[in-house]
């Protein structure tokens, strides 16, 4: 039976087609390729051997780039003195960035950012139900600071987020990635808009507040927005290894 890959998200189906949609990360057929094994033997024998001279003696190859490299050296004039001791140049702004995301990647830095304001967000939240309905107003405060935590690290979970998708995922647009990136939006707006509220009306998250109730609903919404973000994230990065249901 064939075996067709995604390249996408690395999930691997079995089958005589490719399927129509990917179950993990949601690309098309077009996505899939086709996994063969290459042949190990039969392969074409490539000569190797250098060159000869008419007389049919080998003839040794100049080591490429040589020509060029001694007409540079010829027509570069040495420095001496103090001149010769130049400074190296650092990296420039583009090649520093290139190297710091390159790093993020690697060190895996978007689901580590990403688990603090999703670890974060839910206990804002149970603080602010606690003060709303049992007259806590310091699980109250705790809480706003809480959500200036969430508010402040969203940015660099979804500029993370964009480098992972850049770099291992090719920048390709599936439905579960603009399910992320919508849902990672609206937390950023939703955290500023609960941020700013709570810092204009600072007695909104107590129960005395005749906006609580909406405004415990806002943040209920932000929670719920964090899941669903959470749990596609899961299913693009694990669900490669859960075998599809035949």
């Given at each position: 039976?064939?075996?067709?890959?995604?390249?996408?998200?690395?999930?691997?189906?079995?089958?005589?087609?490719?399927?129509?949609?990917?179950?993990?990360?949601?690309?098309?057929?077009?996505?899939?390729?086709?996994?063969?094994?290459?042949?190990?033997?039969?392969?074409?024998?490539v000569d190797t051997a250098p060159p000869a001279d008419s007389a049919g003696a080998a003839v040794p190859e100049e080591p490429v780039g040589a020509t060029e490299s001694a007409e540079v050296a010829a027509a570069s004039p040495i420095p001496e003195g103090p001149a010769a001791e130049?400074?190296?140049?650092?990296?420039?702004?583009?090649?520093?960035?290139?190297?710091?995301?390159?790093?993020?990647t690697e060190q895996h830095a978007h689901p580590i950012s990403t688990h603090i304001p999703n670890g974060v967000l839910p206990i804002s939240t149970v603080f602010l139900m606690f003060s709303?309905?049992?007259?806590?107003?310091?699980?109250?405060?705790?809480?706003?600071?809480?959500?200036?935590?969430?508010?402040?690290?969203?940015?660099?979970?979804?500029?993370?987020?964009?480098?992972?998708?850049?770099?291992?995922?090719?920048?390709?647009?599936?439905k579960i990635i603009r399910t992320k990136m919508i849902c990672a939006g609206t937390i950023l707006?939703?955290?500023?808009?609960?941020?700013?509220?709570?810092?204009?009306?600072?007695?909104?998250?107590?129960?005395a507040s005749s906006s609580r109730w909406l405004f415990l609903f806002l943040n209920l919404v932000l929670l719920a927005t964090a899941v669903?973000?959470?749990?596609?994230?899961?299913?693009?990065?694990?669900?490669?290894n859960t075998p599809p249901k035949r």
């Open positions: 039976m064939k075996k067709w890959q995604c390249t996408v998200c690395g999930y691997i189906h079995e089958g005589d087609e490719p399927p129509d949609e990917c179950p993990v990360c949601g690309a098309d057929r077009s996505e899939f390729v086709e996994i063969t094994e290459e042949a190990s033997e039969g392969s074409p024998a130049l400074p190296t140049p650092g990296l420039k702004p583009q090649a520093l960035y290139e190297r710091i995301t390159s790093l993020m709303i309905l049992f007259h806590f107003d310091q699980l109250g405060r705790a809480a706003f600071f809480n959500m200036v935590v969430v508010f402040l690290a969203t940015p660099f979970v979804i500029f993370s987020g964009y480098n992972d998708w850049q770099r291992r995922l090719g920048g390709r647009m599936t707006v939703l955290s500023g808009v609960v941020v700013v509220w709570w810092a204009i009306d600072p007695t909104v998250a107590t129960a669903v973000a959470g749990y596609f994230g899961g299913k693009l990065v694990f669900g490669y």
